[in-house]
């Protein structure tokens, strides 16, 4: 009789002890989002059958149907000519209005498709070069400059474009502004078209990291963020969803300050 109290006993306090460790493990290994929604296991659950939602139909690459022979080809699907179309626009009506107030602007054609992707070019060749600190005119320099840079426009024209470039109707800006709460409203219609863009040219794996980035920036602007944590600091910030595996920028989103509560 002794010995099975004595049993009982010692089963119920490794039962008791069993648990506790249990409901320990448990708690530490579930980690909580901030809105109390979302929880992340630390421990891989045990397999089981898969959600059809989470069931993966097709294969990470380019999609059917997509080609491209050149360089160029591959650039034009990002920014192609519906989004440079829009940007003309507002851009030659921009340079009309200056010229009509500053009788000095050198704008004597209107700016054309071509000389709009040779003026994205320079300006990737300049990023390419690290001459963000540089002046702007010794790019065009025969000494120090580049040979590229005087071959494919004049440095005045170069200046002319980056003071009438627009890429949104400005007539209409404070009323969208208004309406949306959106401060990046000057330039959320091009990032919009230019997400699409990136959605349907590549599909994405299994795995997708999303987070922030904060591309430097010094200028005024609004919603510009100041992060001391970051090599740059000052800058704009975006939510980026990007392919683990390619880094492929399959999705972005502009932090343009708060919107309501």
């Known amino acids: 009789m002794v010995m099975v109290m004595v049993m009982v ?3 119920t306090v490794t039962w008791r002890r069993r648990r506790r460790r249990l409901e320990t493990t448990t708690v530490n290994d579930v980690m909580w989002s901030r809105c109390g929604s979302i929880a992340w296991k630390r ?5 089981s059958r898969h959600p059809r939602r989470n069931v993966i139909t097709e294969q990470a690459g380019l999609p059917d149907g997509l080609q491209f022979d050149t360089i160029l080809d591959t650039f034009k699907l990002f920014i192609d000519a519906k989004m440079v179309d829009h940007i003309l626009a507002y851009t030659n009506r921009h340079a009309d209005e200056i010229k009509a107030n500053s009788p000095n602007f050198r704008w004597n054609k209107p700016l054309s498709s071509d000389e709009f992707y ?6 990737l060749v300049a990023g390419v070069q690290k001459s963000r600190n540089q002046q702007l005119m010794e790019l065009w320099d025969e000494q120090w400059g580049y040979p590229v840079f005087r071959a494919t426009m004049s440095f005045h024209r170069f200046a002319d474009i980056l003071r009438a470039l627009r890429l949104d109707d400005k007539t209409t800006r404070d009323q969208r502004i208004l309406e949306t709460g959106n401060q990046g409203a000057a330039v959320q219609e091009v990032l919009d078209h230019f997400v699409v863009n990136c959605r349907s040219s590549y599909r994405c794996g299994p795995s997708v990291t999303v987070d922030e980035q904060l591309i430097n920036f010094y200028g005024n602007c609004r919603f510009r963020m100041f992060i001391p944590s970051k090599p740059g600091k000052y800058g704009l910030k975006l939510w980026v ?3 683990s595996d390619t880094y492929y920028c399959a999705d972005a989103q502009l932090y343009a300050g708060k919107v309501g509560s």
Not at 43 to 47: D, E, F, K, N
Not at 118 to 123: E, H, K, V, Y
């Open 118 to 123: 040779a003026f994205i070019g320079l300006n």
């Open 43 to 47: 421990r891989c659950p045990p397999p």
């Open 9 to 11: 006993i010692s089963s």
């Open 241 to 243: 969803m990007a392919d």
